[in-house]
């Protein structure tokens, strides 16, 4: 069994911080990409940050919704199965849900990366 487990939420005001931590267990082989995805009431769910595993040499590649470019920054430890968030400069619009994502080989015998969701962490940003 696998779980993702979000931690960092809260209520923080505009132009504020926060960081949002994602930790993987359970029987894991290996993680792909990880990356956060927000969902807002009304709205669909929606990417905001995705990371690449990397290799000896780089600490992955990433990738930002445009809206958050310039303000959050996604990180990832591979060495504690963890992918963070750091969010600057918060807005109002940033209110949402964040879902932590990955994608996970399992060490039970199961071929090939499967995707895991974390059960949401609220973000809630006052004007």
């Known amino acids: 069994q696998v779980q993702l487990v979000e931690s960092g939420g809260g209520l923080v005001q505009a132009g504020g911080s926060l960081r949002l931590s994602c930790v993987a267990s359970?029987?894991?082989?290996?993680?792909?990409?990880m990356g956060w995805y927000r969902q807002a009431p009304g709205n669909q769910r929606e990417l905001v940050a995705r990371i690449t595993r990397g290799g000896m040499a780089n600490s992955g590649s990433t990738d930002y919704a445009n809206s958050v470019k310039g303000r959050f920054t996604i990180s990832r430890d591979n060495a504690k199965n963890t992918v963070y968030l750091q969010m600057n400069n918060s807005k109002p619009e940033d209110t949402a849900v964040y879902y932590c994502n990955a994608d996970i080989w399992r060490s039970d015998g199961t071929i090939g990366y499967l995707e895991y969701w974390g059960q949401g962490t609220q973000v809630t940003v006052s004007s």
């Open positions: 359970g029987n894991i082989f290996s993680i792909g990409a």
